[in-house]
């Protein structure tokens, strides 16, 4: 079985002057510090990509610059499912007995390494080429048409969606490093600048600087592997056959099955969320929270530190921050710190079982993982 036995971050924000390399590296020797390794017991790499440095080989790159002899290098591309499709690969390689140790990497300078009018344009292109594209959305605004059905069919409103946000920046302010700290509340989200209707500049995660590293490694580590899935029906929002169910359920049952267990096992979330429908949609269709019921369960207090289901403790991409492949990897390494028990004044008491997912493009490509305390 595999284990994830250190977790390293930059902390995200802006950091000027540090490249998508610079970022990877601070990243990574904090992970191998908290795993108490040296560079020369790492034998296997996993890297993300960066729409910022998009080379052709960027596992060889940064093994080369960060002094590895990889004996397995790959760089994988799953959009905000990355991170969990990364470490996912690591655990199958080790229990193959491919590698003994695998560093797992993303980071990207996404809020200094780029224009704003670049990184629309990049983003942009998740649409469909012919069907989606030519028509003038981006990332926001078909998130935007997903929120505008829930909202129709559940008979919500967006002060349902902004619990979401308020709930993330309160979690942020215990966790050092995050790009948002600032406390706002639900009348604040709605009062936000308008990014495409029904969400607000505050339902959407900043973009952010940052880097966040793992290592996976088959001997004992602090926090088990237990079962992982993933599920992949669709690219493009405009092919999506059900909105209801997008696969992210599907992938969680896989991780379930592999693992043993059921939801009921499970005692803390770190669950993508890089919009406030995202968090909603996928907690509702996981099977945590009932359709049309995530925003009640965060009014009565289930996702704080003090409920049942503690989830994003970190902050999540809404407050932490969301630097690409790094954002979703930061959800990985705050579940395997809870179950560490290092994570600091955020720590909370007495969990065993953590549920991590990972949701790429619009709602296409989803990843979940399954960890338990060793």
């Known amino acids: 079985m595999a284990h994830i036995a250190g977790a390293g971050d930059t902390g995200f924000g802006r950091h000027e002057g540090r490249s998508t390399i610079d970022l990877m590296t601070a990243a990574a020797a904090a992970a191998l510090a908290d795993a108490g390794l040296a560079r020369g017991d790492i034998d296997g790499l996993v890297c993300g990509y960066s729409t910022t440095h998009p080379h052709l080989m960027l596992a060889t790159v940064f093994a080369e610059h960060f002094g590895l002899d990889p004996a397995y290098a790959h760089a994988v591309q799953a959009g905000g499912a990355t991170g969990c499709a990364m470490t996912m690969l690591a655990a199958r390689l080790v229990d193959a007995g491919q590698c003994r140790r695998i560093l797992v990497v993303g980071a990207e300078n996404r809020a200094t390494g780029q224009s704003r009018d670049s990184a629309i344009q990049t983003l942009a292109q998740v649409g469909h080429p012919d069907f989606e594209v030519p028509f003038g959305a981006t990332i926001p605004a078909y998130y935007a048409l997903l929120a505008s059905r829930y909202l129709h069919v559940h008979g919500l409103n967006a002060a349902d969606l902004a619990e979401f946000a308020v709930l993330m920046r309160r979690h942020a302010a215990n966790c050092p490093g995050a790009h948002q700290t600032a406390p706002i509340t639900v009348a604040d989200v709605l009062a936000s600048k308008p990014i495409a209707a ?80 995202t968090l909603t949609m996928l907690l509702e269709e996981i099977g945590f929270a009932p359709r049309g019921g995530a925003a009640a369960m965060a009014r009565a207090g289930d996702f704080g530190p003090a409920g049942r289901l503690p989830l994003n403790t970190h902050g999540g991409l809404l407050a932490f921050g969301h630097c690409g492949v790094g954002g979703g990897m930061a959800h990985i390494a705050e579940a395997y710190r809870q179950l560490a028990g290092k994570a600091g004044a955020r720590q909370v008491a007495n969990r065993r079982t953590a549920f991590v997912h990972g949701d790429g493009g619009v709602m296409s490509s989803h990843v979940s993982l399954i960890l338990g305390a060793a």
Not at 200 to 221: N, T
Not at 239 to 251: Q, W
Request: charged share 20%; glycine share 12%; net charge negative.
């Open 198 to 277: 029904p969400l607000k500049l505050l339902d959407c995660c900043p973009i952010s600087d940052g880097g966040v590293a793992l290592v996976v490694q088959r001997e004992a580590g602090a926090a088990r592997i237990l079962g992982m899935g993933q599920a992949h029906r669709h690219q493009h929002i405009s092919h999506a056959a059900d909105l209801t169910t997008t696969g992210a359920a599907v992938a969680a049952g896989r991780a379930f099955a592999e693992a043993g267990i059921g939801r009921e096992a499970v005692d803390f979330l770190a669950v993508y969320d890089s919009f406030t429908i």
